[in-house]
């Protein structure tokens, strides 16, 4: 045995130099954060804390165990690595690009930023890596109790110990204490913890070098044969078949789940990245790492397994076989190495952790319940801080509490139940890169599904017979339902536990994800950001700010980010000189705040505490138009791929329907804009001319004055409903859309168009006469639909009226059953080459010249009410009455009338 003392001198000697290490990381990042500590080699070696105790220790345990199963704990990873192009480029630049800060947030933000996703997450993070925390720490003191066990190790090893929980405890009082120094000093989580990092990348070299060291050392021992060593051993181990199969399959899945979806992995592999220079060189030496560091695990177990007595525990073989040796120097190595292994996976763990409770849970509970401190922003500095502290404590003590609860003597089935916990993320990572139809409701309903039958399947059984789950409900299960047993849910028998675990809670995941996400939609943010995130390479570059419009007063904005980031940065952020002078802050500022607060505490509680000043929030005019546009796009795309497929009949044809359709939408596009403009641009014509009136005459009569002022709000009126009509438009789709028809006078229209026109007349000096009356008669469809056809008639006569002394003179009357409209003018008319054309889209004819260039407009005015009279059932058309003038007829059958 070794004296207690010395291993725990050895251990305090080594905690300070990890202390000294990061200390001096720290210190060295502030004076040049683009030194070697980012360079790709300390990346990859922070990446090889996925390596725990698990795989120190417990490797070798689960070969001397179950043969090659061990292997798939390093082939998972390997293979995610290697084939990094595909999955993991995309997964690290979406991070870099949007400054996630943990793997709550990276979902969160790609599902609208979701606060409720966020706090799940979290939740399944949590309880996923107490197991794992648990694991850590049953290792570590495992380990301490058989190097300083009185009677010998080799005794202790083969004999059951009571656990040492007064132990774990102080262990994990030492995790608390480095985290807490050094990865939550901060409340920007966005800024690289690159002390943490030095001191883990100097881990990893330490438990490389352990592992190599004792596997030479077996390898070289002298009366240690190989030949013979694999010609005894168990089958398992020498023989594939024995092990090859539906564990073994799973095991492999969730390897290569476990590297992405851990929350300590996504902290080193995506927030701490910062190039991609460190992923590609990370894709080749981290499954060299790996390779090394399983390269003597079989020989290691096997040589366990011949030399040590039977019973012995197979995950100390490492420990063991060097103190038969008497061996103290290597044994001491190997116990530092699992030390190592441990203490890194606790401190990563615990810092990733406590960043999402604090973002995710306590954050958005303090806005919610106005918990926040209100006296500045120190207070608010502490109050986060401390709330992160806590978490890590909290986090490691749930480790110490599923320690002393849980039943599993092995460490590698402890690391399996994390595996499958975490591995309930992938779906939504999966699907949030490259499904763009994901839906945060279908995210949420499938993170539930996974979590509880993964609970129920696997972390249940795991505290075997207690208060949680009796020996009974194992057998039969709850209240004698067979089909609901825990390991043989619905009636699925014959499979190991895990498989059987695996299988449902992904089933249940999976498919809720996917049929949710089918039946549900996203809400306009959470599509954005879905274009965002499953097309990054091409939108690297752009933000919310594109779709969304938000005003905020500037000094609001300059409050919060004083509470959160402290009144220098603050100060820095609205140094501007625009800024600083506005009262409201525009799209620019307000994203910058955000983006800032958010690196603080995460974005979904950065966009809840904006929300709070925003006092409007509204869809880009522009965007809409951009995002009309993609109509556009899609037939450019299209048409490429019409070009190279063109020798296949098959797709060629799809190909020339999908044009087909996307001309149509074209179409529906073109109708959709030149219909707004030309609708708005009418109304404010007339708003405008009697204007102008009322300003240029301040001596006018009183009478008219309120004639003319009743007409322009009657214009108003008219636009805030075309407008009103707009906003309730489903995109293009419901363009044709109309409302139910109503009962109306025609005339009464007519006269209030001539009202509308009556100041554009008075400016061009043009006499607009009304001669004959139709009398009663009524029409079925919308009045202002036909307001803006007498509108565009009446203008288009004033404007375009040439004669020296210009005349519009209005009629209306029934004719067999038809209510008839002419407007005339005495103008030089329209002539014959012409008289069709200009009732065609962006036609129009020569504008007298009194009027000026400034009445020039679009030509869709005529075609416009062509397609309206349409609607009416009606006709619209040039009269040669072989008079001077132009005189244009709109009739419209009575009966039946609808538009």
């Known amino acids: ?136 720490l049953k290792a570590l003191t495992d380990s301490f109790q058989v190097l300083t066990y009185p009677r010998g190790a080799i005794t202790a090893a083969s004999s059951t110990i009571e656990p040492d929980y007064a132990l774990a405890f102080w262990i994990a009082a030492g995790m608390c204490v480095f985290s807490i120094m050094f990865g ?79 929350p300590r992995q996504f902290q080193v592999t995506v927030v701490e990245n910062s190039n991609n220079s460190q992923i590609r060189t990370a894709s080749w030496l981290f499954p060299l790492y790996l390779l090394l560091l399983c390269l003597f695990v079989i020989p290691i177990a096997i040589a366990g397994l011949e030399r040590l007595p039977s019973g012995s525990n197979p995950d100390l073989f490492v420990l063991t076989l060097p103190m038969q040796e008497n061996n103290n120097t290597l044994t001491l190595l190997a116990f530092l190495g699992g030390f190592s292994s441990a203490t890194s996976m606790v401190i990563v763990s615990s810092i990733a952790l406590s960043t999402m409770i604090s973002n995710h849970i306590i954050m958005p509970l303090a806005l919610r319940f106005s918990l926040l401190p209100q006296a500045g922003a120190k207070a608010m500095r502490h109050f986060i801080l401390t709330a992160r502290r806590g978490a890590v404590i909290f986090v490691v003590l749930l480790g110490l509490i599923y320690l002393r609860a849980s039943n599993s003597e092995a460490l590698a089935a402890i690391g399996l139940v994390s595996f499958c916990g975490v591995a309930q993320f992938l779906p939504s990572l999966v699907g949030g890169l490259y499904w763009s139809r994901a839906t945060a409701a279908g995210a949420l309903v499938g993170l539930f599904a996974g979590l509880f039958v993964w609970g129920y399947t696997l972390v249940l059984p795991s505290f075997g017979e207690s208060a949680l789950i009796s020996a009974s409900m194992m057998a039969d299960g709850p209240a004698g339902i067979l089909w609901l047993r825990p390991h043989a849910l619905f009636g699925l028998t014959g499979y190991d536990p895990l498989v059987h675990a695996v299988f449902w809670s992904m089933a249940a995941n999976v498919s809720m994800f996917v049929l949710v996400s089918l039946m549900s939609e996203p809400t306009p943010l959470a599509r954005f950001q879905s274009m965002l995130f499953v097309d990054v390479f091409r939108r690297q570059t752009e933000t919310e700010q594109r779709i969304i419009r938000r005003t905020a007063r500037v000094a609001d904005l300059r409050q919060i980010a004083e509470r959160i980031l402290g009144p220098t940065e603050a100060i820095a952020m609205f140094a501007d000189r625009d800024v600083h002078r506005s009262v409201l802050a525009g799209d620019e500022t307000i994203s910058r705040v955000e983006q800032r607060l958010a690196a603080n505490v995460g974005a979904a509680s950065a966009r809840s505490l904006i929300s709070r000043v925003v006092s409007d929030e509204t869809i880009s005019v522009q965007e809409l138009k951009r995002l009309a546009g993609e109509a556009e796009q899609i037939r450019a795309y299209s048409e490429e791929l019409e070009r190279k497929s063109r020798q296949i009949e098959a797709t060629a044809a799809a190909l020339a329907a999908a044009n087909q359709r996307l001309r149509e939408v074209d179409a529906q596009k073109d109708e959709f804009l030149s219909q707004i403009s030309h609708e708005v641009r009418t109304p404010m014509t007339s708003i405008r001319s009697f204007s102008d009136i009322l300003l240029a005459e301040p001596a006018m009569q009183e009478e008219r004055k309120l004639r003319f002022l009743n007409i322009i709000q009657n214009e108003s009126i008219r636009l805030t409903r075309l407008l009103d009509s707009i906003l309730e438009l489903d995109q293009l789709r419901a363009v044709f859309t109309r409302p139910p028809p109503t009962e109306f006078d025609p005339e009464e229209v007519l006269t209030s168009a001539m009202e509308s026109c009556e100041a554009l ?58 209510y008839e409209v002419r407007v005339e003018d005495n103008g030089s008319g329209i002539p014959a080459q012409d008289q069709e054309r200009i009732f065609l889209k962006f036609e129009r004819g020569p504008i007298a010249g009194h009027q000026g260039a400034g009445h020039q407009g679009a030509g869709l005015g005529l075609a416009i009410s062509r397609q309206i009279a349409g609607q009416f059932d009606g006709k619209l058309f040039l009269d040669e009455n072989g008079k001077t003038g132009a005189c244009f007829v709109l009739q419209i059958p009575i009966s039946g009338t609808e538009a």
């Open 184 to 262: 939550v000093r901060n409340i920007d989580v966005n800024e690289r913890h690159q002390g943490v990092v030095a001191a883990i990348a100097l881990e990893a070299v330490v438990k490389l070098v352990a592992l190599l060291a004792v596997g030479l050392w077996v390898v070289g021992l002298s009366d240690w044969n190989p030949a013979t060593a694999f010609a005894g051993a168990p089958a398992s181990i020498i023989d594939p078949a024995e092990t090859f199969g539906p564990r073994w399959l799973t095991l492999l899945f969730l390897a290569a789940a476990a590297v992405i979806c851990l």
């Open 761 to 818: 007349a008075h400016t061009a000096g043009t006499n607009l006469v009304r001669l004959r009356h139709a009398g009663s008669v009524t029409l079925s469809g919308e009045p202002d639909k036909l307001a803006q056809i007498f509108i565009n008639l009446l203008s288009n006569a004033i404007k375009y009226n040439d004669a020296p002394k210009p005349e519009v003179r209005v009629s209306s009357s029934i004719n067999g059953g038809v």
């Open 1 to 136: 045995m070794l004296h207690p003392d010395l291993v725990i001198a050895i251990c305090l000697v080594y905690v300070a130099i990890l202390f000294g290490v990061a200390f001096a990381g720290d210190r060295r990042a502030r004076r040049d954060s683009g030194g070697w500590l980012s360079s790709p080699l300390v990346y990859t070696l922070s990446i090889s804390i996925y390596c725990t105790s698990w795989t120190f220790f417990g490797a070798v345990g689960s070969a001397a165990r179950n043969g090659l199963e061990f292997i798939t704990i390093y082939l998972g990873p390997t293979i995610v690595f290697v084939g990094w192009w595909i999955f993991l480029r995309k997964l690290v630049t979406v991070g870099r690009v949007h400054n996630t800060t943990s793997i709550a947030d990276f979902i969160s933000a790609r599902f609208g930023k979701n606060p409720m996703l966020g706090a799940v997450v979290t939740l399944i993070a949590v309880i996923a890596t107490a197991p794992y925390i648990s694991l850590q």
